[in-house]
């Protein structure tokens, strides 16, 4: 969906989407050594969930999902000029 003051250029992506891609990809360029723990967190909770795309399973382990979601928001928080 797109906002109201958003542009979508000729390739079918919006302005904005083409300001976060730019900014995506000058982090990896540090490396994934730039961001590890968030790594760990995501590869933990990928093998809590495992191939189990079942309702079940996420209700299952929300506490998890939401706590990485919590510390993924807070750890890229205190990264402005990476992820804004």
Known sequence: ???DNEYISPSGKSEHFQRCLSRVR???AKGS????????WIAS???AL???S???NPEAHRTQLIG???RLTVWMQD???DYR
């Not at 050594?33 to 760990?40: D, M, N, S, V």
């Open 1 to 3: 969906m797109v906002g």
């Open 26 to 28: 000058a982090a990896l």
């Open 33 to 40: 050594g730039h961001f590890p723990e968030p790594l760990r």
């Open 45 to 47: 909770l990928r093998t």
């Open 50 to 52: 495992a191939e189990d």
């Open 54 to 56: 079942s309702t079940a």
């Open 68 to 70: 990485v979601r919590d």
């Open 79 to 81: 990264r402005p000029a």
